[in-house]
Every structure is written in structure tokens, then in C-alpha cells.
């Protein structure tokens, strides 16, 4: 993925980042997330969630996929945009070393990569998170979120909220810290 510093609204150009919600953020669908950025630009921003699995399978979700390869494939809460819409994604491990991530697989596509790489991981999601234009550049300078790279040892390794957690740890020690404390500061 090209991670070359661009710049949109005075803001880093965050496509191919993982934002993390800020742990003062209540309520809501974004509260204690992890936001893969697939694209930012002047007509605003496009991403999915990680870490909203919704303990069902793409067949529970849709039963047309119930006798196909991609029947077991875990659904995760994309966000709240287009929520009746599934989209796949995949990563694996590269020649390199590295992994490559694909966004928006179409069913045939994520079928394909399936039977051509086992070991790669699928997901499906439904809906994804979008931002009109400027709205998540404002967003980013209220601290509303706090960028990471896309670390692939924790993506592989964490699920739900201790996946956003990780993250913390690893990249924002500091917002790490808040997020231990009560959702309540009066019962501390």
C-alpha cells in the first residue's frame, strides 16, 4: 500500500493508516474502534472497522453464500454507511516479508483468493465508515482520533476492543493509559 506523505485540508494524508478512536469518545458506533482508512481525498474520506465482529458467519448473514467457499467467513461491522452492503477483505503475506491488504473484493475475487492462498485472511464486512469532505480532517484536529500504522502482528493476534487496546499500547501509550480508567471518572 503506498504510505507516501500527501497532505489533504492540512491533515496527512491517512489512507492506508488505522485511526483509533480516542478513549474519551462515548457512545455511538465509533467508541473504542480501529478504522482501516481505504481512501481520503477532496470528495472525503471511506474506511471499515476492525474491531466490530459480529459473532456470525457471511452464510448467517445472507444465506446465499451458505454452500459456497465463502460460508464461514467471519462478519465484522463495517460501519454505518450502506449497512445492507457486504464488502471483502483480505491480507497475506507477501514475497517480501510483508503483507498486502485488498478492500472491496468482489464475491468471485474473495472466492478466488481463497482457493488460491489458504492463508489468507478474510473478512467480510457490512456497511463501512465514510466522512463527507473535511469532516474527518476536523475530526483528526479535535484529537478525535490518533493514527497508527496498519500492524498486521496485532490485526493477526487481537479481535473486539482488545484489538483498539493493542493498538494504544503499541503506537499511544498515553491515550493507552486513559483507556484504562472507568468509563465514569466518579466511580474511580
Not at 457512545?27 to 481520503?40: E, K, M, P, W, Y
Not at 472497522?49 to 458467519?57: A, F, S
Request: glycine residues 12%; hydrophobic residues 40%; aromatic residues 10%.
Amino acid at each position: 500500500m503506498d504510505t507516501t506523505t500527501k497532505t489533504v485540508q492540512g491533515v496527512t494524508c491517512l489512507a492506508g493508516k488505522v485511526l483509533l478512536s480516542h478513549p474519551a469518545m462515548r457512545g455511538g458506533i465509533f467508541r473504542r474502534t480501529a478504522v482501516f482508512i481505504l481512501s481520503q481525498g477532496s470528495n472525503g474520506a471511506m474506511g471499515i472497522i476492525l474491531n466490530r465482529p459480529t459473532g456470525r458467519l457471511v452464510s448467517e448473514a445472507a444465506p446465499a453464500f451458505a454452500y459456497t467457499p465463502l460460508a464461514t467467513i467471519p462478519l465484522y461491522v463495517g460501519g454505518p454507511v450502506q449497512p445492507e452492503s457486504l464488502m471483502f477483505a483480505a491480507w497475506y503475506g507477501g514475497g517480501d516479508g510483508g503483507y498486502q491488504i485488498k478492500c472491496g473484493l468482489s464475491r468471485e475475487e474473495a472466492a478466488d483468493l481463497l482457493s488460491s492462498m489458504p492463508d489468507a485472511r478474510l473478512r467480510c464486512f457490512h456497511g463501512h465508515a465514510g466522512w463527507a469532505p473535511g469532516q474527518l480532517e476536523k475530526e483528526c484536529h479535535a484529537s478525535n482520533w490518533a493514527p497508527a500504522p496498519l500492524d498486521f502482528s496485532i490485526l493477526n493476534s487481537k479481535e473486539g476492543v482488545q484489538l483498539w487496546q493493542k493498538f494504544l499500547k503499541e503506537y499511544h501509550p498515553f491515550l493507552h493509559l486513559l483507556a484504562q480508567g472507568p468509563d465514569d471518572p466518579s466511580k474511580n
